[in-house]
Nanobody
C-alpha cells in the first residue's frame, strides 16, 4: 500500500503565495518522479510541475517563473512553492508519483483545494 498525503492548500488573494507538500509512504522501493497536477471545475487534470529523482524538472508554461517544485528524496516528499498566484490558478491540486520512467502516474494523492480570490 502506498499513501500520498498532501497539505498546504487554502484560500489566498491574487498575488499571494502558498506552499504545497506531499509525503509518500508505504511499500515504496524507489520513486522515479514526483509531480503536481491540477484540475479545475469542468476541465481535465493537467500537469503543473514534475521532478525526477535526479532533480530534472519540467513545468507547464502557465506556471513558469511563478511556481517552483522541489523534492526531498530521503523523506519521499515533494513541494510546490506557488508565488504570484492568479485567480485562474484556482483548482484542486493533486500529487502524483511515477515509480518508473514511463511517464505514467502510479499513485495519486487525495487532492488539496487552492482558491485564489481576485
Amino acid at each position: 500500500q502506498v499513501q500520498l498525503v498532501e497539505s498546504g492548500g487554502g484560500l489566498v488573494q491574487a498575488g499571494g503565495s502558498l506552499r504545497l507538500s506531499c509525503a509518500a509512504s508505504g511499500s515504496i522501493l524507489s520513486i522515479y518522479a514526483m509531480g503536481w497536477y491540477r484540475q479545475a471545475p469542468g476541465k481535465q487534470r493537467e500537469l503543473v510541475a514534475r521532478i525526477t529523482n535526479g532533480g530534472s524538472t519540467n513545468y507547464a508554461d502557465f506556471v513558469k517563473g511563478r511556481f517552483a517544485i522541489s523534492r526531498d528524496n530521503a523523506k519521499n516528499t515533494v513541494y510546490l512553492q506557488m508565488n504570484s498566484l492568479k485567480p485562474e490558478d484556482t483548482a484542486v491540486y493533486y500529487c502524483g508519483i511515477d515509480l518508473h520512467p514511463w511517464l505514467k502516474v502510479d499513485y495519486w494523492g487525495q487532492g488539496t483545494q487552492v482558491t485564489v480570490s481576485s
